[in-house]
């Protein structure tokens, strides 16, 4: 979902939020053995039996536009990306072994961008 709304000062802010649903994933197994074929990765549940969470992002931005003389414009932009700071996990570690399941990948944190542009 997303949005736009100005504000009194002509103020824009806009509001994108977005949720994706979790990784379907199974547990992996490496068997090692043979002359052939030295090892084997193989899943040893069916795919879908485990899912990661869910993740929630929300992104604001805010930007206020000045005009200078005739034709000349100012630009003031804040960005910040996922504003809520959430850490979902996105992705783990599936090998059978010490690490099974342990967080590999989580959300980015809280991102805060400023940036400018004058146009002539």
Same mark, same amino acid.
């Given at each position: 979902m997303s949005g736009v709304y100005r504000f009194?000062? !002509? #103020?824009l802010t806009s509001v994108n939020y977005e949720r *994706?649903?979790?990784?379907?994933?199974? $547990?992996?197994v490496r068997f090692t053995a043979g002359k052939t074929v030295t090892s084997i990765t @193989? &899943?040893? /549940? =069916? #795919?879908?039996s485990r899912q990661l =969470?869910?993740? &929630?992002?929300? !992104?604001v931005r805010f930007e206020k536009n000045f %005009? @200078?003389?005739k034709s000349q *414009? @100012?630009?003031? $932009?804040?960005?910040a990306f996922n504003i809520i700071n959430a850490n979902t996990v996105l992705d783990?570690? %599936? @090998?059978?072994?010490? &690490?099974?399941?342990? =967080?590999?990948? #989580?959300? !980015?944190? $809280?991102?805060? /961008?400023?940036?400018?542009?004058?146009?002539?």
């Open positions: 009194p000062l !002509d #103020i *994706r649903s979790g990784y379907f994933w199974a $547990r992996n @193989l &899943n040893v /549940e =069916p #795919i879908g =969470p869910p993740s &929630n992002q929300l !992104d %005009r @200078l003389m *414009r @100012l630009a003031i $932009r804040a960005n783990v570690t %599936r @090998l059978s072994g010490p &690490n099974f399941s342990k =967080p590999t990948v #989580i959300m !980015d944190p $809280r991102i805060w /961008e400023f940036s400018t542009t004058y146009s002539f």
